[in-house]
């Protein structure tokens, strides 16, 4: 099966993000690294389920919830309570999305609730505006967290539906990276 450019990329990015201790590294406060824009857009996915993607369309999808699995500080589940729009003075939209916390699939969050910014400037800005319908019911958050230029936390997400399909997976492939993190953390 011939892969797309796109793909090919995506994997060479995934190989070389885990290879650097890309987890390791958001951990202790570094600085946002661009080339995980993609994975984590502040934005949405349109489709329910995977399993309704064939050929390069899935493998890309499969890849890049295993990316997010794999490279995410936070892992939550949880229910969209409320999606507030603002403006600036110079007119730049951005979306706040208060997320009520159900569990922690992976990594550290003791708060109810989880805050999640998405700017105009954002990559996912667009199709999270224009799906707006889609942040009803649960969705599982995929957040990187970083420090900004000014020394100051900051973090960027990704949301998926909370189906139970996509918990399985998110659950197995969370297992995996906890296992893998345990036998690195013993050598």
Request: proline share 2%.
């Given at each position: 099966?011939?892969?797309?450019?796109?793909?090919?990329?995506?994997?060479?990015?995934?190989?070389?993000?885990?290879?650097?201790?890309?987890?390791?590294?958001?951990?202790?406060?570094?600085?946002?690294?661009?080339?995980?824009?993609?994975?984590?857009?502040?934005?949405?996915d349109?489709?329910?389920?995977?399993?309704?993607?064939?050929?390069?369309?899935?493998?890309?999808?499969?890849?890049?919830?295993?990316?997010r699995?794999?490279?995410?500080?936070?892992?939550?589940?949880?229910?969209?309570?409320s999606?507030?729009?603002?403006?600036d003075?110079d007119?730049?939209?951005t979306?706040?999305?208060?997320?009520?916390?159900?569990?922690?699939?992976y990594?550290?969050?003791?708060?109810?609730?989880?805050i999640?910014?998405?700017?105009?400037?954002?990559?996912?800005?667009?199709?999270?505006?224009?799906?707006?319908e889609?942040?009803?019911?649960?969705q599982?958050?995929?957040?990187?967290?970083?420090?900004?230029?000014?020394?100051?936390?900051?973090?960027?997400?990704?949301?998926?539906?909370?189906s139970?399909?996509?918990?399985?997976?998110?659950?197995?492939?969370?297992?995996?990276?906890?296992?893998?993190?345990?036998?690195?953390?013993?050598?």
């Amino acid at each position: 099966m011939p892969f797309s450019v796109s793909s090919i990329a995506l994997v060479c990015t995934i190989v070389f993000l885990s290879a650097c201790g890309a987890s390791e590294r958001s951990a202790r406060g570094a600085a946002w690294n661009p080339k995980e824009a993609t994975l984590f857009d502040d934005g949405i996915d349109v489709i329910e389920s995977f399993t309704t993607l064939s050929g390069n369309f899935r493998f890309d999808a499969e890849e890049e919830l295993n990316a997010r699995a794999n490279l995410a500080d936070v892992i939550l589940l949880g229910n969209i309570r409320s999606v507030q729009q603002s403006e600036d003075v110079d007119g730049v939209r951005t979306k706040r999305i208060t997320m009520d916390v159900e569990k922690v699939l992976y990594g550290k969050w003791r708060e109810k609730e989880f805050i999640l910014v998405s700017g105009q400037e954002s990559l996912g800005y667009t199709l999270l505006a224009r799906h707006e319908e889609r942040l009803k019911g649960r969705q599982l958050a995929f957040i990187r967290i970083f420090r900004t230029e000014d020394g100051r936390t900051g973090h960027h997400f990704h949301l998926s539906p909370g189906s139970l399909s996509m918990r399985d997976e998110v659950e197995t492939l969370v297992a995996a990276r906890e296992k893998e993190e345990g036998t690195r953390q013993g050598d």
